[in-house]
């Protein structure tokens, strides 16, 4: 009998929620797990929770989602979605959990299914208004000293109509009814958006669902609290109902023309870039979340959206200043995800990104003296201090628990601090040869000042131009920027999705980071790069990238 063909695994979008009336104060959790091609609602939880404070509710909501998911299918992906900025930042691994009642159920939530089969993006509170209202069901149900009931619950049926009620085309939250609803989310948009409300839209309750010829879920061993939903099967593979189009908008939300699948049109892309019209053009957004294509300085709040405006697609007329005030809502919408899809950013469906976290080696004995130290001198080992800043910098990675491999530069002062980190981490150390530090010719061992004294011409040469070589036949910035291009691309198609340590050198770590911004060459030269320093960037599948950190060197203090 032939084998059968392994059963591919399922997707599913997450949206949870927590509230706390008082922070602390009575305070409940909602969580949805939808199909993601058709928006469907599988399984549904919510409880109250007593007096806790508003963030431990939501990350409450955010285990509930998970284990649901987990239920459904242990082998499925699944992306998270919250209006929570404070969970998003700290499960993408991107913030530190300083608080004692969040770090255990942080831990707890990132069990429930291995690395990296979670993603995790913000999305505005207007468009998670599913999970929202089963939040405040279970928080109205505690006020009345009940337990929150699954065949009581209006949920499903309230978000609908109000995703119903917004204008055409600028649905601010997934349509989930109709058989095109896309649940990826409808953009990027300023501010937090994470302290949960009772919604007041008082929107009337919608038609029910169709539910004929539809499986159910099992849903006894969800546990109490937990509604399963009717389900329509397995979703497509490699799809999460985003097919994002050129727009970077498209797929975001269902289009008001009704397109089917996940391609949804620009024009109906559910209020994408929303507060690109509150921020002078800058689309800005604040979530650094992953697969969210957040700007390179997280600025968090500099696009908020415009007053008044529809659900999380803000039209122009509402932008003070922008002198676009005869903006049909449709142009506005339009120009808005031309914004958000520019480069550096990306659509808030590309998943996560390729994550470089860039080491510079510990200091060698000629660190301190300022000597050109590249790949063609006499390749240094780590001095004392260098190893015990190698043992700091592993402590402080251990401590954030984010990185998931670790690549290294050949050379002995890289792979040294590179497995002095590993160790610390439990993982094994990779070599890259295109990490290696530049050759310097025959200037290393030298300081800059012998340099100048023996071969000014050549020193000025090198200064003044990125394809100048060191003297005796080193390698230029140029060439360096070129293998440096070369090897950003391969390591992130090998590790796409993932965060990865990299231990490399002066040259090729600030080349990354020239590289992502656009830099000139001459940037080089106006970096400072420390011994053990940290930096990031992010690199997105539309091929944007994301500078998210810089010379950091607080673990050595």
Not at 21 to 48: F, I, K, M, Q, S
Not at 127 to 135: T, V, Y
Not at 516 to 532: I, K, V
């Amino acid at each position: 009998m032939a084998d059968q063909a392994p059963r591919p695994a399922r997707e599913f979008v997450v949206e949870a929620d927590g509230g706390s009336r008082g922070n602390p104060g009575p305070a409940g959790y909602g969580a949805v797990v939808l199909d993601p091609v058709t928006g469907e609602a599988l399984v549904e939880a919510a409880e109250y929770l007593g007096v806790v404070t508003n963030n431990v509710a939501e990350y409450r909501g955010l285990l509930a989602g998970l284990r649901a998911a987990a239920e459904l299918d242990p082998d499925a992906t699944v992306h998270v979605r919250m209006d929570s900025k404070l969970v998003v930042e700290q499960m993408s691994g991107r913030w530190k959990i300083k608080h004692p009642d969040m770090k255990p159920l942080a831990a707890e939530a990132a069990r429930v299914f291995p690395p990296g089969r979670v993603t995790y993006e913000w999305i505005p509170r207007a468009s998670n208004k599913h999970a929202d209202r089963l939040a405040n069901e279970a928080m109205d149900a505690g006020a009345r000293g009940e337990a929150w009931s699954p065949s009581d619950s209006t949920a499903e049926l309230d978000a609908a109509a109000a995703d119903r009620a917004a204008p055409a085309g600028r649905t601010a939250g997934s349509r989930r009814t109709g058989a095109a609803s896309a649940v990826a989310p409808a953009g990027t948009e300023g501010g937090d958006g994470g302290e949960p409300a009772p919604d007041g839209g008082g929107a009337a309750a919608g038609e029910p669902l169709a539910r004929a010829g539809r499986g159910r879920v099992d849903a006894a061993s969800l546990g109490a609290g937990t509604r399963a939903a009717t389900s329509t099967g397995a979703s497509a593979t490699g799809t999460s109902g985003t097919g994002a189009s050129a727009t970077g908008a498209s797929g975001t939300g269902a289009s008001a023309t009704g397109a089917s699948g996940a391609g949804a049109s620009a024009t109906g892309a559910s209020g994408t870039g929303a507060s690109a019209t509150g921020a002078s053009g800058a689309g800005a957004s604040a979530t650094g979340a992953s697969g969210t294509g957040a700007p390179a300085t997280g600025t968090s709040g500099t696009g908020a959206p415009a007053t008044g405006a529809s659900g999380a697609g803000a039209s122009a007329t509402g932008a003070p200043g922008l002198g676009v005030a005869a903006e049909t809502s449709g142009e506005a919408d339009v120009r808005a995800a031309k914004v958000v899809a520019s480069p550096g950013w990306g659509p808030p469906d590309m998943g996560a990104p390729a994550t470089f976290v860039l080491l510079r080696h510990g200091e060698t004995p000629l660190t301190p003296q300022k000597r050109f130290s590249g790949s063609g001198g006499s390749d240094p080992s780590l001095s004392p201090v260098g190893r015990e800043q190698a043992e700091r910098v592993a402590a402080s990675l251990a401590r954030r628990g984010t990185i998931e491999a670790v690549v290294a530069s050949p050379l002995a002062r890289t792979r040294e601090t590179a497995g002095i980190v590993a160790a610390r981490l439990g993982l094994e150390v990779a070599i890259e040869e295109g990490l290696r530090e530049t050759d310097f010719g025959a200037w290393e061992g030298l300081t800059f000042g012998e340099v100048r004294e023996r071969h000014p011409a050549d020193l000025d040469a090198w200064l003044a131009s990125p394809d100048a070589e060191p003297t005796g036949g080193g390698e230029s910035f140029a060439a360096t920027g070129t293998r440096i291009a070369a090897t950003r691309d391969r390591l992130v198609a090998a590790y796409a999705g993932r965060t990865v340590l990299l231990v490399s050198h002066v040259t090729p770590i600030k080349t990354f980071v020239r590289l992502a911004l656009g830099a000139p060459p001459e940037s080089l030269f106006r970096m400072e790069l420390s011994a053990a320093s940290l930096s990031a960037v992010a690199y997105y599948a539309d091929g944007g990238a994301s500078v998210r950190l810089f010379n950091e060197t607080s673990h050595l203090r």
